[in-house]
């Protein structure tokens, strides 16, 4: 399968890491970025998003199904995140917050709502439209941020540790929802995770990355935690 979203010679030199990697990914597959704290796992994300620009390196590209995004605003890229603190907006209630990115993108308040009460059944979330995020769950909040990201369809979504604030045992279910999600969304996902169980369940590909470079990559079967 020909590689659907690439990114090189990402660069960003900061007094704690310098960072340089390249890789690829296969369209709908999910690449797991594990390593070190510091090493710069964040900073990639952040790179990829557009919300950190890093060193003008003249070989900088980032292309995704086969268009160039290297130079596009974070919005004009087709490119979700989610991250650990789910950064929901604690005054709006969870329909308007998963409709958020539809009425941003000129989608009409009442057919957004529409769309995001029908969006939230895939995420075991029916009848939480009126709720407010300070009464949700950790669990659920996560699952309203994986829901607002995914309803403007990116094609590829972007986790920075999303489920390191949950327990072992609801982390394991919401990883195996974001896996169904892939499967009926078709996303590419990449993820950091320091969860190397997580990363060997639900990854068809993982990345190391040491003090700002990839050193190694290959299927989750061949990762040993002993290379961290
Ligand atoms: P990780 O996610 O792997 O823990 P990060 O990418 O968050 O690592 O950070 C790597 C290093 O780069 C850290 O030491 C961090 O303080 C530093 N760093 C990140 N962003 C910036 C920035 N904009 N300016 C200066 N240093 C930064
Ligand atoms: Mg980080």
């Known amino acids: 399968m ?9 660069q960003a030199d900061f007094d704690t890491v310098q960072v340089d990697v390249s890789f690829t990914a296969k369209k709908g597959s999910m690449t797991s970025i594990v390593g070190p704290s510091g090493s710069g796992k964040s900073t990639i994300l952040r790179m990829i998003a557009g919300l950190e620009d890093g060193k003008k390196s003249p070989g900088k590209k980032i292309i995704l199904d086969e268009k160039d995004i290297t130079n596009l605003p974070p919005a ?5 995140m989610v991250f650990q603190n789910h950064a929901l907006f604690d005054h709006l209630r969870v329909e308007d917050n998963v409709s958020y990115g539809l ?3 000129g989608t009409k308040k009442k057919e957004a709502r529409k769309l995001a009460s029908d969006f939230l059944k895939d995420f075991n979330l029916e009848g939480f439209e009126k709720r407010m995020p300070q009464t ?16 403007t369809k990116p094609k590829l979504v972007l986790f920075d540790e999303p489920l ?3 327990d072992a045992p609801l982390r394991k279910k ?4 974001i896996r169904q999600l892939q499967k ?7 993820m950091v995770t320091h969860d ?8 068809d590909r993982i990345i190391l990355i040491k003090h700002g470079k990839l050193t190694w990559q290959g299927e989750p079967k061949d990762f040993s935690e002993k290379m961290i």
């Open 196 to 203: 190397i169980e997580e990363a060997k369940r639900i990854s």
């Open 164 to 166: 390191s604030a949950l």
């Open 103 to 105: 009425v941003s993108r």
């Open 174 to 177: 919401l990883s195996e929802l």
């Open 76 to 80: 004009k890229r087709e490119i979700g």
């Open 2 to 10: 020909e590689e659907y979203f690439i990114a090189k010679d990402l």
């Open 136 to 151: 949700l769950s950790g669990g659920e909040a996560q699952r309203v941020s994986l829901a607002r990201t995914l309803i």
């Open 184 to 190: 009926t969304f078709g996303f590419t996902g990449i």
